[in-house]
């Protein structure tokens, strides 16, 4: 389900649920501004998704947040002292970001499924139709 992962669409999401909370960025600031170009979420992000992905089933979808240890379980910084990542504070908005991208896919997929399987409506043939009744009334339909 997740091996076609485009990662660009899990950083917009993460900018718009995740950096609005983030504790490091200045309230005045956009995000990843200069204040947040060492941002940890951005450089980790695909080992983050992937994380999130293998410990879905230990990630509750409401209730107390996750340990930041099952989201940042690939990380290769996890337990040093030099992380410049705020996902320890962060990570139920992780999830959940990671969560929105998949389910849009996964919607979209159902759609792509039901219109692959609809056969074609064909057109009907309106200059058929058109001449068969200038040929029966004896009359023209576009010069009236």
Known sequence: MHAD??????????R???CGRCPERPP???PFAPACWRCGIEFQLPEL?????????ELPEFGPAPAPRAVCARCSRL???TCPCPVASLTTWVARAVRTVDERH???DVVRRR?????RTERPPILRMIRAYEAATGTCVCCE
């Open 49 to 57: 998704v992937e994380a999130v992905h293998d410990a879905e089933a």
């Open 16 to 18: 718009k649920q995740v």
């Open 79 to 81: 337990g040093g002292d």
């Open 106 to 108: 996964e919607q979209w």
């Open 5 to 14: 992962v485009h990662f660009e669409e899990y950083l917009a999401e993460v």
């Open 115 to 119: 219109l692959a399987g609809q056969p």
């Open 28 to 30: 005045a600031r956009a």
